[in-house]
Every structure is written in C-alpha cells, then in structure tokens.
C-alpha cells in the first residue's frame, strides 16, 4: 500500500524555522512529483511547493517563494520542506501527497495524515 508520513510540524514563533519530513513507502518513490499542501481552518487548502520525480523541477507557491525550500532523498524515500521566517499565515495543517506521475500534477492520488504548524506572533 502506498503510505506518506509527515512529521516535523509544531509550535514556533514568528520568524523561526521549521523543517517537514515526508517519509514515503509502498511504490517506487524516484519515479514520481511529491508536493506539499496545506489547510488553514476555514480556508481552502493551497499547493505549497512540489517537487518533480529526479528534483530537477520545483514549484513554489507565491506566498512560500524565498522562504519555503523543497528538496528530496530518493535514498532514504523522502522529501523534506525546510520553512524560514515563518509567519502566523503560515499556520496550518500540512500534507505531503502523492503525484500520479514524475511531474507535479493537479491532483495528487494520494496523501499522508498531515502535520501541524501553529506560528505565534
């Protein structure tokens, strides 16, 4: 079965750093995108960053662009956010989901459990 673990969310105050990990199992990790989203409560959830299947491509969201860096270990099946100057905007539920294929799709087939990030100011 196709399985993605987020873990690394917490508490933080605004301006520090947090780093997500997603560790993924069940399908050949090197041949597909894994992205990012996340969920803040009453809004819709937003694609933050994804990164295609051999990380030569990476997509930003406007609002992460600087701040947010993607990157992954086809190694170790998993791929990692690295969050910096962190804002209270950026509180939220956050997912790593599955593509379909080696790009960032629009529609990942499947997601982890999602881990919280709660930014204080």
């Known amino acids: 079965d196709v399985q993605l673990q987020a873990s690394g969310g917490g508490l933080v105050q605004a301006g520090g750093s947090l780093r997500l990990s997603c560790a993924a199992s069940?399908?050949?990790?090197?041949?597909?995108?894994i992205g990012w989203f996340r969920q803040a409560p009453g809004k819709e959830r937003e694609r933050v960053s994804c990164?295609?299947?051999?990380?030569?491509?990476?997509y930003y969201a406007d609002s992460v662009k600087g701040r947010f860096t993607i990157s992954r270990d086809n190694a170790k099946n998993t791929v990692y956010l690295q969050m910096d100057s962190l804002k209270p905007d950026d509180t939220a539920i956050y997912y790593c989901a599955r593509s379909g294929s080696w790009y960032c799709g629009p529609s990942p087939g499947y997601w982890g459990q999602g881990t919280l990030v709660t930014v204080s100011s």
């Open positions: 990164i295609t299947s051999g990380g030569g491509s990476i």
């Open positions: 069940g399908f050949t990790f090197d041949r597909y995108a």
